[in-house]
């Protein structure tokens, strides 16, 4: 199971931050770090830096760990625009970056900086063709002729490495799997039950299959938090304290997450989430840190990980 660190800087922290954090993530051996691609967090601004921007700053400042977008939605950039900075991102990482795409979803950013936001149907349509067009450009170049882009470049460069990829995420039951059978490299969700992920993952094979491609070769990943925590004590009490949020006790609140098959308890019972993902075909577990850049414990995240790799 590969690993990765996975930051929402729209909760605040600075560039200079997030390659601290992306160095760390390199230096302890992870396979992957990733940021989102958001403006604001609901409607509260903090320092909130671009994704493909500070990935490319990111991306000089290492050397070896895979540097992820989850995901940057359509409504953002033009198509044209979001391939040119992925295969510019792929130069500048020597074939380290992979494009996260999505359709875009957050009102209140797009409220805030005036950006559209279609009706969901249209957003999937525009999401289609824009998948298309970002993998013509990322293989030299081609025609794609759609309702709301077309490329007429039969030629462009720099073409993708072969290390740069698509990440197609999200939660939809047919369509978004679809779209990752068709068009991704990797294909994300979010952190949920072993028989909605299966059933995800065997739609996206079927599609995958359907246009001749080999699903063997799509990376699985999933996003999710980890609750990990020394001894039983440390943790029942995080259990408690979480579980009143939801009005659940302790151990209904347990019962959630490990339905769920989100990492939490002592190393060894952690290590079972990644070890129930591996068994449903999923290849790599980002750990998703929903604080501001500043507030990410580093000291944490070496307990995290390392139950999550089975060495704590």
């Known amino acids: 199971m590969e690993l990765g660190l996975f930051v929402e800087p ?108 279609p009706p969901l149907g249209e957003r999937f349509d525009r999401f289609t063709e824009a998948l298309a067009y970002i993998r013509a450009v990322f293989d030299g170049g081609g025609t794609v002729e759609g309702k709301y882009y077309s490329l007429n470049a039969p030629s462009v460069h720099p073409a993708a490495s072969d290390g740069l990829g698509i990440v197609i995420g999200g939660s939809g039951k047919r369509r978004t799997p679809t779209l990752a059978g068709h068009f991704a490299d990797e294909y994300n969700m979010f952190a949920t039950n072993s028989e909605t992920l299966a059933q995800r993952i065997d739609v996206m094979r079927d599609a995958a299959t359907g246009v001749g491609r080999n699903p063997d070769e799509i990376l699985i990943s999933v996003a999710g938090p980890g609750f990990v925590y020394r001894d039983d004590a440390t943790h029942r009490k995080a259990l408690t304290e979480r579980g009143e949020k939801k009005d659940l006790s302790p151990d209904e609140y347990s019962d959630f997450l490990d339905e769920r098959n989100i990492p939490h308890g002592t190393p060894e019972r952690a290590h079972e989430a990644i070890q129930r993902l591996a068994d449903v075909g999923v290849g790599r577990f980002y750990v998703q840190e929903f604080s501001s850049l500043e507030d990410v414990d580093l000291d944490r995240m070496e307990l995290v990980f390392g139950a999550l790799e089975g060495t704590a």
């Open 10 to 117: 729209q909760l605040g922290g600075s560039y200079r931050r997030l390659v601290e954090l992306a160095k760390w993530a390199e230096n302890n051996g992870l396979d992957a770090f990733a940021r989102s691609d958001h403006y604001l967090h609901g409607e509260t601004s903090a320092h909130a830096t671009d994704a493909m921007v500070s990935l490319a700053g990111v991306a000089s400042e290492t050397e070896s760990i895979k540097l992820i977008s989850l995901v940057s939605p359509i409504t953002f950039r033009h198509p044209a625009v979001m391939a040119k900075a992925a295969t510019t991102l792929d130069e500048i990482s020597g074939g380290r970056f992979t494009l996260g795409v999505g359709t875009g979803w957050m009102e209140s950013e797009h409220e805030a900086f005036g950006l559209d936001l």
